[in-house]
């Protein structure tokens, strides 16, 4: 059993950045693949980022690549969502998920641990 805890959320005004952190229990964390997701109110759940067990894959949405970066510390087991060059079109909660596989995915139904989420408003 995983447990996801997420924090860093808040309000910034548009080009600004925020840091998301999500801190996961549990020995096993360095061997799952790990995502972020988020959820605007009234949308369904999208991808946003993903990274494989190592590092040393990742994979980013279109509508964030070149402002968002994730990035992982298997020794502290946690998981990490640089923000930049925020915008009104990013507010929504996000979410971070664990896979008990290694590789990468984009999709809800590959992951199968979820954190709490933590709301992330940009104002324009």
């Known amino acids: 059993q995983v447990q996801l805890v997420e924090s860093g959320g808040g309000l910034v005004q548009a080009g600004g950045s925020l840091r998301l952190s999500c801190a996961a229990s549990?020995?096993?964390?360095?061997?799952?693949?790990l995502g972020w997701f988020r959820q605007a109110p009234g949308k369904a759940r999208e991808f946003v980022a993903t990274?494989?067990?190592?590092?040393?894959?990742?994979y980013n949405a279109d509508s964030v690549k070149g402002r968002f970066t994730i990035s992982r510390d298997n020794a502290k087991n946690t998981v990490y969502l640089q923000m930049n060059s925020l915008e009104p079109e990013d507010t929504a909660v996000y979410y971070c998920?664990?896979?008990?596989?290694?590789?990468?995915?984009?999709?809800?139904?590959?992951?199968?641990?979820w954190g709490q989420g933590t709301q992330v408003t940009v104002s324009s």
């Open positions: 998920a664990a896979k008990r596989t290694r590789g990468t995915s984009r999709y809800v139904d590959d992951y199968d641990y």
């Open positions: 990274i494989s067990w190592s590092g040393g894959s990742t």
């Open positions: 549990g020995r096993t964390f360095s061997s799952y693949a």
